[in-house]
C-alpha cells in the first residue's frame, strides 16, 4: 500500500458467530410509518428507512476503519473474510436479511474521515407486509441470551428534543462562500473544468444533549419520500439513491438541477414546469446522468437511461430527477463495488469528476468528511443499497451539543453566486427542521 492506503482497521470476533433471522410480527407500516425508528436506543443508532419499510439496527459486534485509495473496496474484502466466520440461519430470505452492515464511506479517499462498516447485533428490517429481526452473537458466548421482548425493548427510553439551537458560521461565512462560487463560475468560463458542486457548512449547538432518535424521526416524518439514515454519526434524510442492488437488477437515482418551493401549489407547479426547460439545470443534470450511465456500463448486460429526466416534488426543493436503470454482467458485483466505480458522480463532485475534485480541494475551504460519501447497507449477498450523504449532519463525537449541517449546490457557467446561497438555505432546511422545527 502507498502512503494514501493506510492498513485497514478491524475490531472483530475472534471466533465463529451466529446470525439468526426470524420473522417478526410489526405493525403495519401504512398505519404506522414511524414503527422501525420507535425501536432504537439513542446511543449510536443504526438507520436506513423510507417510507416506514427498512432496516434499523443497534450494538456493534464488529466495526471496520478504512481510509485512502481502494477504501471501498478494503472495506469489502474485511467483510468477505467475516462472513466466512458466521454461521446464518435465515428463515425469511428476503433482501435485508441475515448479517448486514452499515457503512458510510468519505466523499474524498484524502479525507481523514475515512470510510467505516459497522455489523451490529441486533437488526430489525420490514418490507411491505413482512418484517424480521436477526440476531448476530459470538458461537461461544455462554452469556444469557436476551428474550425477543428484551432485544426490542431498548427503545423505549424516551426520545428527548434538543431544545433551544444556535446556528453559527463554518468553515465560510456566507460572503466568503459567494467569492468561492464566484471563483469557480470564472474557471469553468475559461474551459477548466465543465461543472463544480461546492458544499457549504452550517454549525448547530444545542441546548440539551442531541438525541439522533429525535432526528430521525421528524425526518422520517417530513421527508417520507427520502432515505433516513444514521451511521455512525452521519444522521440525514437523503433523495439520492447511488445504488440499489437486488438480485441482479441496479438502479440509482440522480439529482442534479434545483429550485426552492414556495409553499404556494400553483407558484410551485410553474416553477415545476420552469426547471424541467431551464438550459442551466438541464445542462447541469445531463454531467450528473452521463457519469453515472459510463459508470455503471462495465457492470452490465443493459443500461436503461431515460431521455428527458422527471420533477422530484420534496417538501423544501423540486429538482431534475432520472432513474438509471441495468441489468448486472454475471456473476454480478457487490453493491459496494458499485458505489466505489460511481462514487463520486458529478452530481456531487463534477465533472470532469478528477478535475472537480481537485479544484474542489483548492478552492472550498472545507473538509466535507462524510458528506456527499456514499452512506447504507451491505448483505450477506452483495446486495444492498448506498444513498449521498445529503441533507445531512455530523454529530460531533467529544461534544453531544454540537453537529455540523452542509449543503451543496452544482456550479456551471451559468449559475449565479446568490442564487447558488439561496439554494444552500433551502438544502439546509430539513437538518434545521429536524432539530428545532
Not at 485497514?8 to 471466533?15: R, T
Not at 453559527?168 to 473544468?193: C, F, K
Amino acid at each position: 500500500m502507498n502512503a494514501n492506503q493506510p492498513t485497514p482497521v478491524a475490531h472483530v470476533p475472534a471466533g465463529r458467530v451466529v446470525a439468526r433471522t426470524t420473522p417478526l410480527d410489526l405493525p403495519d407500516a401504512a398505519t404506522d410509518p414511524g414503527t422501525l425508528l420507535d425501536l432504537l436506543p439513542a446511543e449510536s443508532p443504526l438507520s436506513w428507512v423510507r417510507r416506514g419499510d427498512g432496516i434499523v439496527a443497534w450494538g456493534e459486534l464488529a466495526r471496520v476503519e478504512v481510509g485512502g485509495d481502494g477504501q471501498f473496496a478494503h472495506a469489502e474484502q474485511a467483510w468477505t473474510r467475516l462472513l466466512r466466520t458466521m454461521t446464518v440461519h435465515d428463515d425469511v430470505r428476503a433482501p435485508g436479511t441475515g448479517p448486514v452492515a452499515f457503512g458510510s464511506f468519505s466523499f474524498d479517499p484524502a479525507s481523514p474521515a475515512g470510510g467505516t462498516l459497522v455489523v451490529p447485533r441486533v437488526v430489525v428490517g420490514r418490507r411491505g407486509p413482512l418484517a424480521w429481526v436477526t440476531t448476530l452473537a459470538e458461537e461461544d458466548d455462554d452469556a444469557p441470551q436476551p428474550t425477543l421482548a428484551e432485544l426490542l425493548r431498548v427503545g423505549a427510553a424516551p426520545v428527548t428534543s434538543p431544545g433551544p439551537v444556535t446556528y453559527t458560521d463554518g468553515s465560510l461565512t456566507p460572503e466568503a462562500w459567494l467569492d468561492v462560487v464566484a471563483d469557480a463560475v470564472a474557471r469553468i468560463r475559461d474551459g477548466a473544468v465543465d461543472k463544480v458542486v461546492l458544499a457549504r457548512d452550517v454549525r448547530a449547538r444545542t441546548a440539551r444533549p442531541v438525541d439522533p432518535r429525535h432526528l430521525l424521526a421528524r425526518l422520517a416524518e417530513r421527508f417520507a419520500g427520502c432515505w433516513t439514515f444514521s451511521v455512525d454519526g452521519l444522521v440525514g434524510a437523503t433523495p439520492e439513491l447511488l445504488v440499489r442492488s437486488e438480485k441482479g437488477l441496479v438502479i440509482s437515482r440522480v439529482l442534479a438541477g434545483t429550485v426552492r418551493r414556495t409553499g404556494d401549489d400553483d407558484a410551485d407547479l410553474a416553477r415545476a414546469a420552469h426547471l424541467s426547460h431551464s438550459s442551466k439545470d438541464l445542462e447541469e443534470h445531463e454531467y450528473a446522468v452521463s457519469s453515472v450511465a459510463q459508470a455503471l456500463s462495465p457492470f452490465c448486460t443493459s443500461t436503461n437511461v431515460p431521455e428527458t429526466p422527471f420533477v422530484l416534488h420534496l417538501p423544501n426543493v423540486l429538482h431534475l430527477a432520472t432513474d438509471v436503470t441495468g441489468v448486472l454482467a454475471p456473476p454480478g458485483a457487490s453493491s459496494l463495488a458499485l458505489a466505489d466505480a460511481l462514487a463520486p458522480t458529478a452530481a456531487v463532485c463534477g465533472t470532469p469528476t478528477a478535475v472537480a475534485r481537485d479544484l474542489i480541494r483548492e478552492i472550498e475551504h472545507l473538509d466535507r468528511a462524510r458528506y456527499a460519501g456514499a452512506v447504507g447497507w451491505l448483505g450477506a449477498d452483495g446486495d444492498g443499497e448506498w444513498g449521498i450523504g445529503l441533507r445531512s449532519a455530523e454529530l460531533d463525537p467529544e461534544d453531544p451539543h454540537e453537529l455540523r449541517l452542509f449543503a451543496g449546490c452544482g456550479i456551471v457557467a451559468a449559475s449565479v453566486p446568490d442564487d447558488e446561497l439561496a439554494e444552500t438555505e433551502a438544502k439546509l432546511e430539513p437538518m434545521r427542521y429536524a432539530l428545532d422545527g
